[in-house]
């Protein structure tokens, strides 16, 4: 099974940008898509962003050309570039894959605000 461990989340000013990495563990998690996911207070969990595994990438329109998905496959890591970052991105974010899609970290708080 693959572990997820996320950081890089903090507090930023609107218009800010953050980094967030996510580490696995396991070999196996370069040969499934990753996404990231978020959930905002008393919200159900979305879907932010995915990439396949011939490096195609997939954004939810309220985040494309602000946000961008990108992995290190010889470091089994994932990142998530987050720019131009607006009040409404606060959320815990969360890095998902392996096989079936049935890892998760344990999520990477991210606050916008002034």
């Known amino acids: 099974q693959v572990q997820l461990v996320e950081s890089g989340g903090g507090l930023v000013q609107p218009g800010g940008s953050l980094r967030l990495t996510c580490v696995a563990s396991?070999?196996?998690?370069?040969?499934?898509?990753s996404h990231w996911y978020r959930q905002a207070p008393q919200k159900k969990r979305e879907w932010v962003a995915g990439?396949?595994?011939?490096?195609?990438?997939f954004y939810r329109s309220s985040v494309e050309g602000r946000f961008t998905i990108s992995r290190d496959q010889a470091k089994n890591t994932l990142f998530l570039q987050m720019d131009n970052l607006k009040p409404e991105d606060t959320a815990v974010y969360y890095c998902?894959?392996?096989?079936?899609?049935?890892?998760w970290g344990q999520g990477t708080q991210v606050t916008v605000s002034a």
């Open positions: 998902n894959g392996g096989p079936g899609g049935k890892s």
């Open positions: 990439i396949d595994r011939d490096m195609s990438k």
């Open positions: 396991g070999s196996a998690f370069n040969s499934h898509p």
